[in-house]
């Protein structure tokens, strides 16, 4: 028998279709683990409800299950499933938190702020369900944004604690996997984030592509088309380093220094490229069928399910409850 893939384990929040911060940032990588990991990627919909609700929960789903797929993801591959669908991840949660000081969760950077917002229990608990979700499928790499390192963090700190009082490793300490682009410049040379309404959606028409970047700010400085331009001082230029490859990028950057291309040549050239690379998630997103999808999180919800359940045996085993499930 071959030896047993290495495990991998993500989940996204479902805030519905997905932009191109969320590609390149973290799906591009989950798209490349498939082939030599056991993936699984799963909606964190519980972790959802800590934040402030946008679209109905099955249209949020969806569109962004449609565009893992479009991406890439392969559920012949990986297996995908729904948190919500998971009674293992709350009953690992809910035995976790009997051992988990709170300071460990108040100190974990970004509470408070959020705290401020939307203050609840659930928000407390963020990143213990975080790690239930890793432990209970016993991963040991997990592809995320920069921003989830201190949640990995916490994680490790948990599973060592239990290891600690099993006696034994149960549990692996999860990596985090973190992509080589962390952070996409949005239309506004902000984070590109959708809420804060400068994103490139995936799927997003052709057309509004051109339009969105024709409206993007430039290097400040560069005022005239005859200006010379910087592009270290242009959130154009970021996308590029993000989208285009250096040999496309250099004669580009040469033209933005001596003034031979204007911002709307230079954006052209981005935009084509962002166009080119959404084709095929645009093909194959118009090839899915919503039956389909959603019989697809069924199997691997079952799937992901069964594995869970025999790690919450071993759990049980651990702290001494009878009988089995
Ligand atoms: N907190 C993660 C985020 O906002 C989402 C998430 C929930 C997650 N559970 C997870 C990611 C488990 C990786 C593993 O991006
Ligand atoms: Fe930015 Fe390109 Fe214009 Fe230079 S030419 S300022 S890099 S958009």
């Given at each position: 028998m071959n030896a047993p893939l290495?495990?991998?384990?993500s989940g996204m929040r479902p805030t519905g279709a997905l932009h191109l911060g969320h590609y390149h940032g973290v799906l591009k990588t989950w798209v490349s683990l498939q082939a030599e990991h056991d993936c699984r990627f799963f909606v964190a919909d519980w972790h959802a409800l800590t934040g402030p609700q946008a679209l109905p929960h099955d249209d949020a789903v969806y569109e962004m299950v449609v565009d893992w797929l479009a991406a890439?993801?392969?559920?012949?591959?990986?297996?995908?499933?729904?948190?919500?669908?998971?009674?293992?991840?709350?009953?690992?949660?809910?035995?976790?938190?009997?051992?988990t000081p709170v300071a460990w969760l108040e100190r974990v950077p970004g509470y408070r702020e959020r705290a401020e917002d939307h203050p609840s229990y659930g928000l407390l608990g963020y990143p213990l369900l975080q790690a239930a979700d890793i432990l209970a499928h016993k991963g040991e790499w997990v592809?995320?944004?920069?921003?989830?390192?201190?949640?990995?963090?916490?994680?490790?700190?948990?599973?060592?604690?239990?290891n600690h009082r099993a006696g034994r490793a149960i549990f692996p300490m999860p990596q985090a996997r973190f992509s080589d682009a962390p952070r996409l410049t949005g239309l506004d040379g902000q984070?590109?984030?959708?809420?804060?309404?400068?994103?490139?959606?995936?799927?997003?028409?052709?057309?509004?592509?051109?339009?969105?970047?024709?409206?993007?700010?430039?290097?400040p400085q560069r005022v005239h088309r005859h200006d010379a331009g910087d592009p270290g001082r242009c959130p154009v230029w970021a996308l590029?380093?993000?989208?285009?490859?250096?040999?496309?990028?250099?004669?580009?950057?040469?033209?933005?220094?001596?003034?031979?291309?204007?911002?709307l040549d230079c954006k052209g050239v981005l935009a084509d490229r962002i166009v080119a690379q959404q084709q095929p998630w645009r093909e194959r997103a118009?090839?899915?069928?919503?039956?389909?999808?959603?019989?697809?999180?069924?199997?691997?919800?079952?799937?992901?399910?069964?594995?869970?359940?025999?790690?919450?045996?071993?759990?049980?085993?651990?702290?001494?409850?009878?009988?089995?499930?």
């Open positions: 290495p495990r991998v384990i890439g993801i392969d559920p012949e591959r990986a297996t995908l499933f729904l948190q919500s669908r998971m009674p293992e991840h709350a009953e690992l949660f809910t035995l976790l938190a009997m051992h592809p995320v944004g920069q921003d989830q390192a201190a949640h990995l963090e916490l994680t490790r700190e948990v599973a060592r604690r239990f984070k590109m984030s959708k809420s804060a309404g400068n994103a490139i959606a995936m799927r997003e028409a052709p057309a509004n592509v051109h339009a969105k970047l024709r409206a993007m700010p430039t290097d590029h380093e993000v989208v285009c490859d250096a040999t496309e990028r250099q004669p580009l950057a040469q033209g933005c220094r001596t003034a031979q291309i204007g911002c118009a090839a899915l069928e919503p039956k389909q999808v959603h019989w697809l999180v069924e199997v691997g919800t079952e799937r992901a399910r069964a594995y869970a359940r025999k790690t919450l045996r071993e759990v049980r085993e651990v702290l001494s409850f009878q009988g089995d499930a």
